[in-house]
């Protein structure tokens, strides 16, 4: 079993690269990369530098919604600005992101295939003059190198996956056990002991099961 | 089915001893149809008075909120819904969470207010846009025989292309004018690089009537699409960018022309579109 996803981890710090990348290129107040949920159309925060780093990975935006969502669906780039002119939009993204931004720029990530897979997003870009049109190709290029990462995280994800099952673990549990294997090495010290000692009571507890009862169908 | 031109009718029969696609001009008496004759074109010529009455246009996007002020109402709204194994075309209500199609909407109704539109909604639903949605909508609107076809959207899918390459012929010759987004991003996608569709990338001027001819396609015109006011969900605006909005300009000029020259052929069509252009009308033509 797998509980630390330790090879994924140079593919989450390229994303984190990329973002971070973004955020100075454009002088933005944050950026931001999703991967879309392919069975529920929602979008997931996988990589964000700037407002709101440190909790919004792991959060979800249904699908269909925002300018993500416009740019998932047509996958076109979009730019829209005076966003916080707009009361109902802005209680939907504060309520979801914790930050009101005046304009948001979108790319949809493709896999080789053309299947989109996520979005690269980038809020307040304010460094520099305006250059709507020039920045909105920028980002599609910055794009194109973002979904190469993002397409093998999902790939090594699905692999991991694979190769659990294979060592007979639950299928149904693994999903969580992802996600907490993501989120614990940018926990705090407190809270990585405790999710340890609980995975630990956790595997002794399957173990004990095993050799009461033999083990689970793999 | 008489009453259908000759542009709309099913395929004729074949004659004995002719080829399948020949003409016995000698047995048959030909058929009087309306042509339009292209005059000097100026931006006046072109489209000097008219409103798009008389024009349909079909959106294929994620549905049209007919209620929003900027869209003012719509004749027919319809969706893409899976039926067992096939997609079915259904009406629906004409609602659109996301927007973007109402954004295009309102972008159409602002240059041709009198056009008559449609929405199919093959974005979203649920989630995001299926292929499989996008052809049966497609293929709906051609089949219906709308003047122009405004698609704001592309798939890079690789496995549609061929399907999608047989449908832009067929609106082509049944004078369904498809006007696609080109894409701004450094991949492939489709219909927009197709010879039978007319593609559409941005300018950044704020004109919504100005528009260049680009002498190196596979995108052929550029339309206004940086910081454009467009509807927004809830009756509200927003300004935004991008080839999605200069699509729905370029579609809402091909509609005021056919307003004015209802008989113009689409190869007619793109050669006024191409002569009125920015970049290649004479200036002293412009209107």
Known sequence: ?218 | MTDLPPWRRPPRDHFPGVPAWGMPSTMVPQERVAFSQIGPVTRDWAWGGADGSGIRVCVLDSGVDATHPLVGGIDQAMDVVRDDDDMVVVPVDPVDEAGHGTACASVIRLIAPRVSLTSVRVLGNGKHGTGSALLAGLSWAIDEGFDVINMSLSTAKEQFRGALSELTDRAYFRRCVIVASAHNMPVRSYPWPFASVISVASHDGPDPMTYYYNPAPPVEFYARGVRVRVAWPGGREILSTGNSLATPHMAAICALILSKHPTLTPFQLRSVLYLAAENVAEPQGGS
Do not use: K
Request: hydrophobic share 45%; with cysteine.
């Open chain 1, 1 to 218: 079993m797998v509980l630390v996803n330790s090879s994924g981890l140079t593919q989450r710090r390229l994303l984190q690269a990329i973002v971070e990348m973004a955020r100075s290129v454009y002088g933005a107040a944050a950026a931001s990369v999703f991967l879309l949920n392919q069975e529920t159309g929602d979008l997931v925060f996988e990589a964000v530098a700037g407002e709101g780093e440190g909790w919004l990975p792991g959060t979800t935006f249904p699908a269909g919604t925002g300018i993500a969502g416009w740019t998932v669906m047509c996958g076109q780039s979009l730019l829209v600005d005076d966003v916080s002119a707009n009361p109902q939009f802005a209680r939907d993204a504060a309520e979801s992101t914790g930050y009101l931004p005046q304009s948001i720029m979108a790319a949809p990530l493709f896999r080789d295939d053309g299947e989109c897979i996520g979005v690269l997003e980038v809020l307040d870009r304010d460094s520099r003059p305006r250059r709507d049109q020039g920045d909105l190709e920028s980002l599609g290029l910055l794009a194109t190198g973002t979904a190469e990462v993002l397409a093998l995280l999902v790939r090594l994800r699905s692999l991991e996956s694979t190769h659990d099952d294979r060592d007979g673990a639950d299928a149904g549990g693994m999903p969580v056990l992802h996600r907490v294997a993501d989120r614990l090495p940018a926990a705090s010290e407190q809270v990585r002991a405790t999710v340890t000692r609980l995975l630990q009571m956790a595997e002794d507890l399957l173990a004990d099961d095993a050799a009461g009862s033999g083990r689970p169908d793999a």
